[in-house]
């Protein structure tokens, strides 16, 4: 599972977004490794490589014989944290996750967390190295996760890129924020006939405490699941409470698929 925190500023939301693959991206300065995929083909330009600990893969939602994925086993995409703080000041972000980390960028310290300057435009600065970065990186080692998807929607491959749009927009992340959501998550949903799309509340957030010193004023962590289907169902839509922006504010975005 990958996820994408922000930080801006007094309500807490939270929401969750899912996918399992891992590609090439450069965001905000800095690029995540790419590596050619060992006897698994090759899908676009979303299928990218990573590595962990010097092993290549790639798609991991595949979970192939590598030591990275194991059957039925479901990594948290791309989660990624925004901090959006009112004035220049030091943050430290302390996170952990079930299964643990596979990556992490800066660098995780099991101990003491994250620990950056953070500015209101939401450029962080890392203690540790000195470097500058958009926000803060992390991905999850495959998990048993049982996530209910009995309620979210059934939207076509086709109109995935329009509903995302119009529900990420709805549901807090601003128009920045929703479009890098897409340009991770869109190429691995419109290639299927439609995908049964949910967005976790409780069930993400209790295998992912997050805690932020000091504390923000408005908390919004995003993360979708979703499941390729071959045909259309019905299902009881979800209904979002409307997300509020005020002083220090961090934001939270990833997915996984099933």
Request: contains cysteine; positive net charge.
């Amino acid at each position: 599972m990958k996820l994408l925190i922000v930080a801006t500023g007094g309500a807490v939301v939270f929401l969750i977004g899912y996918q399992f693959a891992v590609y090439q991206s450069v965001h905000g300065g800095f690029t995540l490794p790419h590596f050619n995929c060992i006897n698994q083909q090759q899908v676009g330009t979303a299928s990218g490589c990573s590595s962990e600990n010097n092993t290549n893969y790639c798609n991991c939602n595949n979970c192939y014989a590598n030591g990275c994925c194991t059957s039925g086993g479901i990594c948290e995409g791309k989660p990624v944290i925004y901090l959006y703080p009112t004035r220049t000041e030091k943050v430290n972000v302390k996170l952990s996750y079930v299964s643990g980390f596979s990556k992490t960028i800066p660098s995780y310290n099991p101990i003491s967390g994250w620990t950056v300057i953070a500015h209101p435009n939401g450029t962080l600065t890392n203690v540790t190295n000195h470097k500058t970065y958009p926000y803060l990186f992390w991905e999850g080692n495959p998990a048993k996760l049982n996530f209910k998807m009995s309620t979210g929607f059934v939207v076509k491959g086709s109109d995935v890129k329009s509903f995302l749009d119009s529900k990420l927009i709805q549901i807090g992340l601003t128009h920045h924020e929703t479009y890098a959501f897409i340009a991770y998550w869109l190429p691995k949903m419109k290639v299927s006939s439609y995908d049964l799309i949910h967005f976790n509340g409780t069930e993400y957030t209790s295998i992912a405490p997050l805690t932020i010193t000091p504390k923000p004023d408005a908390l919004l962590r995003v993360n979708m699941s979703f499941k390729p289907l071959n045909k259309f169902t019905t299902i009881p839509p979800q209904i979002f409470s409307h997300f509020h922006r005020k002083g220090f504010t961090v934001v939270e975005w990833g997915g996984a698929e099933f």
